[in-house]
């Protein structure tokens, strides 16, 4: 009996996400199902909840094959009747729930998950957003081979074929504001232009040198969102004003923008390097956003910690498992949704302490104790009190990390066909060591 009351009834039992239930319950679930008319037309063993929960709890394992994850979903329920699918029956069932569901579910829960006072999540009042693109690899099946291409490099060509993934994050929470994906053919500025539609006053987005398009500039800057942008040194900008501060006035485009010319010099215990830095921004006024806000750039870093989170944390390196371009498109927002579930969960346990940054809070952490409580069907409801944080907040507050340091490594090739063809070594002391960023000149041409 105890059972019934943690969980659904009869043949919705196995719908749930543990604790991170009450993060997307079954009554948002629902809704979703009835928007998207993918509601089951009769009760069955795998009714369209719970195949939807099935598939986020995919992304929470992706190690294990469907019906490993389906004896993960039920595990807990024991003196419940629950049904013992083929693997014929989960895969028909994801394809009869389909892409829209998932789509709509993300569309519910993106966002910034950041208050007035979460620690380093704005900047003088503006809500600090970045954007970058990750190449996911996916099966190498013909169906995705006629989709997704292999990524070339001068290293030779990927194992898998793989899609593109550009997200708009949050740098303080590294909550997922909006997402896109498609086949490598198209570059990362194609797609770019989809996630603006999620700008909005008030927020400062960071974007690195591939992005210095005029019209992707002119089209964020329509939202009423500012831009902190670097742009390549020959990049010829014209003087239409000199500030005090060595900053200039100039344009770009239809937008008015403020240069900054810098040279920034990363101490490491290793040494030092100095790299000259073009920065431009949609701030022009130099009392009111002074040229030391070049140091917001490093701010950046945040979205390829997302991505490390997502593709090394959360799917452990692994490729996914869909063998077909809709499936892979099913199972890209299922895992987009359960990342921000997770940092949803993570964000409601650092907030209610403003002065702890949420850089401190260990996605690990937060990832291990969700799966346990999956496993256990455990805290799919509170019957009992109002608990804003429950046991992954607790874990997650119990465990936070030191104050995070500024980190510096050289570049390399990532995933390298042979040891010999990298272009580099990873010097692993420089990594680890605290770094200073210190701002020696800013100049005008």
Request: some cysteine; charged content about 20%.
């Amino acid at each position: 009996m105890a059972h019934e009351v943690a969980v659904a009834a009869g043949p919705f039992a196995p719908g749930h996400l543990g604790e991170l239930t009450r993060v997307v319950p079954f009554e948002m679930v629902d809704e979703v199902l009835a928007e998207t008319g993918r509601t089951q037309q009769r009760i069955r063993d795998l009714p369209s909840r719970v195949v939807v929960y099935l598939l986020l709890a995919g992304a929470l394992f992706p190690g294990v094959g469907w019906q490993e994850v389906w004896q993960r979903l039920t595990a807990g329920l024991d003196g419940l009747e629950t049904a013992a699918p083929t693997a014929g029956a989960l895969a028909q069932a994801r394809r009869r729930v389909g892409t829209v569901p998932l789509r709509r579910l993300f569309d519910l829960l993106r966002g910034p998950a950041a208050g007035i006072r979460t620690a380093g999540a704005r900047w003088r009042g503006l809500l600090v957003c970045a954007v970058d693109g990750t190449l996911v690899a996916v099966p190498d099946s013909p169906a995705n081979q006629a989709e997704f291409t292999r990524h070339r490099c001068n290293n030779g060509g990927a194992g898998y074929p793989s899609l593109r993934l550009l997200v708009l994050v949050s740098c303080g929470t590294r909550t997922v504001l909006d997402a896109v994906f498609g086949p490598t053919a198209n570059g990362e500025t194609s797609y770019a232009p989809s996630l603006v539609r999620s700008l909005r006053e008030g927020m400062i987005v960071l974007l690195d040198r591939n992005f210095a398009v005029q019209a992707l500039v002119e089209a964020v800057t329509g939202t009423g969102a500012h831009v902190l942008v670097r742009v390549k040194q020959h990049r010829r900008l014209p003087v239409l004003r000199r500030f005090p501060d060595g900053s200039y006035l100039s344009g770009l485009g239809s937008v008015a923008v403020r240069v900054i010319d810098c040279e920034i010099t990363v101490s490491t215990s290793q040494g030092r390097r100095t790299g000259a830095y073009r920065l431009v921004t949609t701030l022009t006024d130099p009392y009111t956003h002074p040229a030391e806000l070049i140091r917001l750039y490093h701010e950046r870093w945040e979205v390829e910690t997302s991505y490390l989170e997502i593709k090394s944390t959360l799917l452990g390196g692994r490729v996914l498992r869909a063998r077909t371009p809709v499936g892979v498109t099913q199972e890209v927002f299922a895992l987009l949704v359960t990342y921000q579930v997770l940092r949803l969960a993570m964000a409601d346990a650092t907030g209610l302490s403003p002065a702890t940054d949420p850089d401190r809070a260990s996605f690990s952490i937060a990832l291990n104790t969700a799966r346990d409580l999956l496993v256990q069907a455990a805290g799919v409801f509170d019957d009992t009190a109002v608990d804003l944080v429950g046991t992954i907040g607790r874990r997650v507050m119990a465990g936070l990390m030191p104050d995070r340091r500024i980190r510096t490594r050289p570049r390399v090739v990532k995933r390298a066909i042979s040891k010999y063809n990298a272009r580099g070594t990873v010097d692993r002391t420089s990594y680890k060591a605290t770094i200073s960023i210190d701002i020696l000149t800013t100049h005008t041409p």
